[in-house]
Nanobody, 122 residues
Framework: QVQLMESGGGSVQAGGSLRLSCVAS????????MGWFRQAPGKEREGVAF???????KYADFVKGRFTISRDNAKNTLYLQMNELRPEDTAMYYC????????????????WGQGTQVTVSS
């Protein structure tokens, strides 16, 4: 298992940018498929972006062209570059990791971080 810790959230005006980071501790980070999820108050958690160990990426339609997921295995870190932020992007953002890509994309990863808050004002 890995322990995950997100950072980089904050408050920004619409149109602005943020870069989230998710640092993993534990063994074998490069063998984990990763994903970013978010949950807004009163709403269900939703997948934002996914990155497999083979560098395949998948994005939710509502972030395509605006968000980019990437990882640095040497630093055990996952990133989410968020550009052109909108008020509807306001949510708690979580990273997730699992040995199976299908579990990550299904939101059933075994490892989750505590989240970092992103607030976008209009």
């Amino acid at each position: 298992q890995v322990q995950l810790m997100e950072s980089g959230g904050g408050s920004v005006q619409a149109g602005g940018s943020l870069r989230l980071s998710c640092v993993a501790s534990g063994y074998g980070y490069s063998n984990y498929n990763m994903g970013w999820f978010r949950q807004a108050p009163g709403k269900e958690r939703e997948g934002v972006a996914f990155l497999s160990i083979y560098a395949n990426t998948k994005y939710a339609d509502f972030v395509k062209g605006r968000f980019t997921i990437s990882r640095d295995n040497a630093k055990n870190t996952l990133y989410l570059q968020m550009n052109e932020l909108r008020p509807e992007d306001t949510a708690m953002y979580y990273c997730a990791a699992d040995g199976l890509y299908s579990k990550v994309t299904a939101g059933r990863a075994d490892n989750w971080g505590q989240g970092t808050q992103v607030t976008v004002s209009s």
